[in-house]
């Protein structure tokens, strides 16, 4: 856990991040949730299985929470909730006092060997998400590659991934981070599906023009 300009950073594993202030908890992409908890916003990025997670939806989900969800997203989600909105890249949006971007994402050059095509296609409007909590801009990537779309962000907090095969690398990542210009990079994508520590703490050393944090999983 990590708190940053008042805001409580956590992650719980993959790309699941929750960003806490005043009691109210935004979570990014819930996968594997351990423990059962209120998440007043959720933000998913797409519809692979390990970002939409219906099982992983319903533990942290209730009457007064509200889902934003790429498109794509939408048809799978029949679960009780405030209001569940589908959104594209380049929209905008305002729940609960904070500002929401979403941002498109998309693989450049990790292709599937049996499609033939990305494994994460431009067309498909994935997206990433930057969100305002207190004056602090906190953008989470998605899954991606490193995209013209992100470089004019400049974001306080970087939540990137470092995995590789799907997405980023840790080279990758570093060059993100260098072309994104965040005050704080944390790695992501990482311990689960594929990738290993040893990802994040290669990323944290090539990174010089940021700050970096490797959270624990909580």
């Not at 989600?77 to 971007?101: R, S």
């Not at 990482?190 to 700050?211: H, P, Q």
Request: aromatic share 8%; net charge neutral.
């Amino acid at each position: 856990m990590l708190k940053y300009n008042g805001v409580q950073i956590k992650w719980h594993g993959h790309d699941t991040f929750t960003l806490t202030k005043d009691d109210i908890t935004v979570c990014f992409d819930p996968y594997q949730i351990d423990k059962k908890f209120h998440a007043d916003v959720i933000l998913i990025s797409h519809n692979h299985f390990d970002h939409l997670s219906i099982v992983d939806l319903e533990k942290i989900t209730d009457e007064k929470t509200v889902i934003i969800a790429a498109k794509e997203c939408l048809e799978q989600i029949k679960l009780p909730c405030k209001k569940l909105i589908g959104i594209a890249p380049n929209e905008k949006i305002e729940i609960d006092g904070f500002k929401i971007n979403a941002i498109r994402a998309y693989n450049i050059d990790k292709i599937n060997p049996d499609t033939k095509r990305p494994f994460h296609p431009k067309e498909d409007n994935k997206v990433g998400f930057v969100i305002t909590i207190n004056n602090t801009r906190f953008y989470h990537t998605g899954d991606s590659d490193l995209i013209p779309e992100m470089t004019d962000i400049k974001p306080d907090v970087l939540f990137v991934p470092v995995s590789g095969t799907y997405v980023m690398t840790p080279d990758d990542a570093a060059k993100a981070v260098k072309e994104i210009k965040p005050k704080l990079a944390i790695p992501m994508h990482y311990g689960s599906i594929v990738g290993t520590t040893n990802d994040a703490k290669a990323f944290k050393k090539l990174v010089t023009t940021s700050e970096v944090h490797i959270l624990s999983k909580e």
